[in-house]
């Protein structure tokens, strides 16, 4: 399979997302659906809410003192970025990395202050199984960064201009224009406290002319993205494809709403926002940030970490994602022990 790459465009600019990447509302079964996807099957708008978990900020110390000490707390048990294999991200693009503590000196004013939600758009038709992937990757969303998550109605994709989609035979059947798409469908359905749009599409994607495919796009100036679940495995085939697509569509969703509040490509850690060009380097990362990549969150969202660890644990264990739940917990542990010794 052909993977594309992206050009290095500027972060704040129109950063191209090529991410493999990758959740349940309040109506959605939490086990691989065994039944056949209905006809005209369609999401229904929904909210979902974390509760308010606010981190507290004591007046006596710097402000960012405290994160800083639950971020040290954490490293004994994260790995350290491990060595490239032909055709990683990081062969082809020169990243520096970035700590906490240089974020935090470009983002004094917690991006929550200003944007409190997150919308999530389903772009084209979906069969049941693929829905419920993104309805679960939604409630990821809302667990990692503290943010209620809408899911907006379905867009019509047999609307869409006839330049914007185009018949392929790369074996993913229509492709859709990203460019179209985070032009003239996300940003009307942006709203003032919106954080970002993020559309989802079981379609393939291309981004123009000279390309044959691309996983995702965004445009962070505008806090819109779009990425596509046509490459992540026909989740309807069995349990164990159907939790790979899962686990690589929530990766995609964490990692790009991570570059909406700011953070670049991690280079220390084994980490959700490591870069990556092609599916086997995605699925060679984890679900979780590095504790240098928490710490932003937590900053950025104002989230309290525990309750962040505790939510996605849950999470992760209804799906079946043993690892991610049982490192979550380890997380958990080892912060609240921490904290009880201090
Ligand atoms: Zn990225
Ligand atoms: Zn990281």
């Not at 006839?162 to 940003?187: K, N």
Request: proline fraction near 8%.
């Amino acid at each position: 399979m052909e993977i594309l790459r992206y050009k290095r465009i500027g972060f704040a600019a129109f950063a191209a997302i090529l991410f493999v990447f990758p959740a349940y509302t309040l109506f959605i079964r939490r086990t691989h659906p065994s039944s056949p996807p209905p006809d005209g099957a369609a999401p229904q708008p929904a909210v979902i809410s974390p509760k308010p978990n606010l981190i507290k900020i004591t007046p006596s110390l710097s402000p960012i003192e405290p994160f800083q000490q639950q971020r040290d707390r954490l490293i004994a048990i994260h790995r350290p970025m491990e060595p490239l294999q032909p055709g990683d991200w990081l062969e082809s693009h020169r990243e520096a990395g970035q700590s906490f503590d240089k974020y935090w000196g470009t983002e004094r004013k917690p991006r929550v202050d200003a944007h409190r939600r997150l919308l999530v758009v389903p772009i084209g038709d979906t069969d049941i199984f693929q829905l419920e992937i993104m309805q679960r990757a939604a409630e990821y969303l809302s667990a990692n960064f503290g943010l209620p998550v809408e899911i907006l109605d379905v867009v019509d994709v047999t609307e869409f201009p006839a330049e914007a989609r185009r018949e392929t035979s790369l074996g993913y059947g229509e492709q859709l224009l990203t460019r179209y798409i985070l032009d003239h469908i996300l940003p009307p359905r942006r709203s003032n406290d919106a954080l970002a749009v993020l559309g989802m599409t079981t379609r393939d994607l291309w981004p123009g002319k000279g390309w044959n495919f691309v996983f995702g796009q965004a445009s962070l100036s505008n806090r819109v993205g779009v990425w596509s679940l046509a490459r992540y495995g026909d989740p309807s085939r069995d349990e164990a494809t159907y939790r790979l697509a899962l686990e690589r569509t929530i990766k995609v969703a964490l990692h790009e709403t991570g570059h909406m509040i700011g953070i670049p490509h991690c280079t220390a850690y084994m980490c959700c926002m490591n870069g990556s060009n092609h599916l086997g380097e995605t699925d060679r990362q984890p679900i979780e940030f590095c504790p240098e990549c928490q710490a932003k969150i937590w900053w950025a969202c104002r989230y309290d970490p525990v309750a962040r660890l505790n939510r996605l644990a849950e999470l992760a264990r209804a799906d079946g994602l043993q690892d991610a739940a049982e490192f979550w917990d380890a997380e958990a542990i080892l912060l609240q022990e921490n904290a009880a010794t201090r």
